[in-house]
């Protein structure tokens, strides 16, 4: 037996060894630092997980979790907190951090939509160091950066990121390349300007240039896709195509077989329904839905002064209640000369439509529009056009109908269905075309005059939208009361100055930040709120009838001279058939938009349109809607489901977003030396 006192010191002797065993098994089991594959991109979790880590770690490891809910929180759309947190980083950090930190510079501006203060930040910032994910994200930001506005940076940056993203996110990449290539127009497209060794921008130009080409005929676009994927295998998008072009390869053209006209035929609304059907049923039995080749100049009859003014704008899709200017009806006034037809234009006109279809009129004035519906579908109807009225458009959202349908007026607020498209002449589409027009002639800051009323202000919002979506800063406004109010603002000699208040909706809504030593701008001060008033107001968008005009340019020119060097712009509200050689005088150096039909550029249609409305131009305007409405229905598949779809209509170049609502770009005109001529 062993004595026990030899069994004390043996156990004595063996506990350090046992203790630092301990010891050591016990560090073996601590959490490693995981923070690193999270900043390398490795892996990711919400800002929740990396806030609790950063409270529970001390010293680099904390901040390193700092900058990763930084960046989640940026993610998540909490701005504020990032913000924040971001202003409580350490001063002293190493260089992975400090990369981290430029990043996140740059991410938090955007998240303050100062685009302008992001790309300054871009082009100074040093990315030698950046791991892929950070690379990918350098990127991002530029993309984020260019607001989706197409251009040569931004196709780089597109295609720069798409090798360095998870196969889960190439889609995403892929469909917002060929979202910036199919946005351009084919004049901004022949103007860039590549490098030899751009192979993949190359071949995305190529396709570019194909779809172009044939975005008018799916079925040469189908196989002008598989062309390209032969000549291009190793191009990103010829593996992987974007979504649109998936949807051109599944192509099925619909029915026309059945058409139903929904129209209002009785009461009020009824003679503009009437107008719409004489449009729609003439470009069937004549063919004359397209823009036609110009034909030689017919002499249109002189509108008459007691012609029927359209009615409520609110309540049906006419662009304006004022009739438009015959530019025919004087010799001094010659129309302008048709535009030359682009390939777009010449395919749309040669594009078959289905003359035997069959058409049924049935009244939306008579009966509930569900029975209207109910008894459609009975009548095995293939495609609907219609209805006109915004309340039957709102009833029609609501009966959630399988019908396709070419619905002739634009709700408040569009619903995307795969069955509707939407067709409407609004005063709205006319701002957003203003806009463009305004933009593309390089001026930068405008004022919209405006009635004060319910048209001036969903005109103003259409107009501010646009601006900013096309990259401008503040929209000024200014409203005006009725003819005698302007009147005495004349007798009075007080003018109108280009002066006005920022359009709410294109104002920064958070004061003044300052992020990474940039500093994101409060809204406008008083200062700048009447810019105007130092000359900085270099445009003016003016939606007034043709006697308010007539008063607020000469109001104008008593404020601030004839030489203000503002230009003047007016939708077509401003002109009407009875005008003569002495307000055209009066009216010099004034753009005004106008339809293409009444702009002189389907001379045989305009004749035949003012023949059929006794000479009524608002009425004209429509039955030059029931024409195009006639060539959208037989063209209903290819605005559904290719992308970039044209047509030379007659109310303007016609294209479908992707909601299916149908924009317009309009003719526009100027009165230069009493005559009417190409504001171009």
Request: negative net charge; aromatic residues 6%.
């Amino acid at each position: 037996m062993v004595p026990s006192t030899l069994i004390r010191s043996k156990a004595v002797r063996c506990l350090p060894v046992v203790l630092a065993a301990l010891f050591f098994a016990g560090c073996g089991t601590q959490k490693p630092d995981q923070s690193s594959a999270h900043m390398q991109g490795e892996a990711q979790a919400n800002s929740a997980f990396y806030l609790q880590q950063m409270q529970q770690s001390s010293n680099d490891t904390k901040t390193n979790w700092q900058l990763l809910a930084i960046r989640a929180l940026i993610q998540e759309g909490k701005r504020q907190q990032a913000t924040e947190l971001y202003q409580q980083l350490p001063e002293e950090l190493n260089d992975e951090q400090r990369r981290e930190r430029s990043l996140l510079d740059i991410e938090l501006i955007l998240a303050n939509k100062n685009y302008q203060g992001a790309a300054a930040a871009l082009a100074s910032l040093d990315t030698s160091g950046f791991n892929d994910a950070q690379k990918a994200r350098y990127y991002q930001a530029q993309i984020d950066a260019s607001q989706g506005r197409p251009s040569l940076a931004l196709l780089r940056a597109l295609v720069a990121q798409e090798p360095l993203l998870k196969p889960a996110d190439k889609q995403k990449n892929i469909d917002a390349t060929w979202q910036a290539l199919s946005s351009m127009t084919p004049e901004q497209a022949k103007a860039l300007v590549i490098n030899a060794d751009e192979n993949v921008l190359l071949g995305w130009l190529d396709l570019q240039r194909m779809w172009f080409d044939n975005r008018n005929d799916p079925a040469m676009l189908k196989a002008g896709i598989k062309d390209w994927q032969t000549r291009y295998p190793q191009n990103p998008g010829a593996k992987m195509l974007p979504t649109q072009l998936i949807n051109v390869q599944n192509f099925k053209p619909a029915s026309t077989d059945k058409i139903a006209l929904l129209l209002p035929l009785n009461g009020q609304a009824a003679v503009f329904g009437r107008a719409i059907q004489q449009g729609f049923e003439a470009a069937k039995n004549t063919g004359a839905s397209p823009v036609n080749t110009p034909q030689p100049d017919v002499a249109a009859q002189p509108a008459t002064e007691n012609a029927p003014q359209a009615v409520n704008a609110d309540g049906v899709a006419s662009p304006a209640a004022a009739s438009v200017n015959d530019l025919t009806q004087d010799a001094s006034a010659p129309v302008s000369e048709p535009a030359a037809q682009t390939p777009v234009a010449q395919a749309a006109a040669s594009a078959p439509a289905n003359p035997g279809a069959e058409i049924k009129i049935y009244d939306t004035s008579s009966q509930p529009l569900n029975q209207v519906l109910d008894q459609v579908q009975q009548d095995g109807a293939s495609i609907v056009v219609g209805p006109l009225l915004k309340p039957n458009v709102e009833e029609l959202l609501r009966s959630n109908t399988p019908l396709n349908v070419l619905v002739l007026n634009e709700p408040e607020n569009v619903q995307p269905r795969a069955n509707l498209c939407y067709f409407a002449l609004s005063p709205e589409d006319e701002a957003r075309d203003g806009a463009s027009h305004i933009w593309q002639q390089g001026h930068r800051n405008p004022l919209i005059l405006v009635p004060r009323n319910s048209l001036g202000d969903r005109v103003t919002r259409a107009f501010a939208e646009q601006w900013q979506h096309l990259g401008g800063g503040t929209v000024l406004q200014q409203k005006f009361g009725s003819v005698s109010e302007l009147k005495m603002g004349i007798n009075s000699g007080s003018g109108i100055a280009l002066t006005g208040s920022p359009v709410a909706s294109s104002l920064p809504t958070q004061p003044a930040t300052t992020i990474g030593g940039l500093t994101i701008p409060a809204p406008p001060t008083d200062a700048q709120i009447t810019a105007g008033s130092s000359g900085n107001v270099d445009a003016v968008y003016i939606v007034a009838s043709q006697d308010e005009v007539a008063l607020i340019k000469p109001m104008i020119a008593m404020r601030t001279g004839s030489r203000n060097g503002a230009t003047l712009y007016a939708s077509s509200r401003s002109s009407q058939g009875s005008t003569g050689p002495d307000f055209r005088l009066e009216m010099e150096g004034l753009q005004f938009s106008e339809i293409p039909m009444l702009a002189g550029e389907n001379p045989s249609l305009q004749q035949q349109a003012l023949a059929a409305v006794n000479n009524d131009y608002s009425l004209a305007r429509l039955y030059a809607m029931g024409v195009d409405a006639w060539s959208l229905a037989n063209h209903f598949s290819q605005m559904r489901q290719v992308q970039g779809f044209q047509l030379s209509g007659n109310t303007g170049m016609l294209t479908a977003n992707q909601d299916c609502v149908i924009n317009r770009k309009l003719t526009w005109l100027k009165y230069q030396q009493g005559q009417v001529v190409p504001a171009n």
